[in-house]
Antibody
Framework: EVQLVESGGGLVQPGGSLRVACAASGFTFSDHYMDWVRQAPGKGLEWVGRIKKKNNSYTTEYAASVKGRFTVSRDDSQNSLYLQMNSLKTEDTAMYYC??????????????WGQGILVTVSS | DIQMTQSPSSLSASVGDRVTITCRAS??????LGWYQQKPGKAPKRLIY???SLQSGVPSRFSGSGSGTEFTLTISSLQPEDFATYYC?????????FGGGTKVEIK
């Protein structure tokens, strides 16, 4: 069974940093691109970023709203995905979800999602 | 960036109704679009991928159609468990972008 479990959220002051993690199990983690998506309270979904797999040089892509402040990384030996968030702003307050990307037959949307982790940026 | 315009933003329907939700893209997507259902306090769940393929385990009353710039999610006979918010997601180009969502409520 595919499982994605986020951790590391919490309250952080504006301008601060936080790293959230996503532990994967039930599939071959190294074979998949992985994404982060966020949802501000009462709002819609916003794609945050993607990391590709080793064969694609672990290339990353980001939304303009986080580029230069957030970094997506992965540790295939630990089946783990990370989101390092720096220079946090109040508008980064959201539930953060990690998601798996099938990456086959043209299917590059997220098929499995974690339960989400709340990040609150406030003084 | 590709803009995804989803309509309607909300609708009221009865159990048994046929419901249609539309996403229009600002650029041609081919078939690179997925549909998601989200219930309050839960993670989104994928219903449809590559515009018209049904995700494993999803009831057959859900279907997707379209290509290019206009896409549709149809629920053929609305069930009580289908009251939720629905989103489209384009993955043709970075950054990936979601539609604004459609909240399906009980009439």
């Amino acid at each position: 069974e595919v499982q994605l479990v986020e951790s590391g959220g919490g309250l952080v002051q504006p301008g601060g940093s936080l790293r959230v993690a996503c532990a994967a199990s039930g599939f071959t983690f190294s074979d998949h691109y992985m994404d982060w998506v966020r949802q501000a309270p009462g709002k819609g979904l916003e794609w945050v970023g993607r990391i590709k797999k080793k064969n694609n040089s672990y290339t990353t892509e980001y939304a303009a709203s986080v580029k230069g402040r957030f970094t997506v990384s992965r540790d295939d030996s630990q089946n783990s995905l990370y989101l390092q968030m720096n220079s946090l702003k109040t508008e980064d307050t959201a539930m953060y979800y990690c998601g798996r990307v099938p990456g086959v037959y043209g299917d590059y949307s997220l098929d499995y999602w974690g339960q989400g982790i709340l990040v609150t940026v406030s003084s | 960036d590709i803009q995804m315009t989803q309509s309607p933003s909300s609708l009221s329907a009865s159990v048994g109704d046929r419901v249609t939700i539309t996403c229009r893209a600002s650029q041609v997507l081919g078939n690179e679009l997925g549909w998601y259902q989200q219930k309050p306090g839960k993670a989104p769940k994928r219903l449809i991928y590559t515009a018209s393929s049904l995700q494993s385990g999803v009831p057959s009353r859900f279907s997707g159609s379209g290509s290019g710039t206009e896409f549709t999610l149809t629920i053929s006979s609305l069930q009580p468990e289908d009251f939720a918010t629905y989103y489209c997601l384009q993955h043709n180009a970075y950054p990936l972008t979601f539609g604004g969502g459609t909240k399906v409520e009980i009439k």
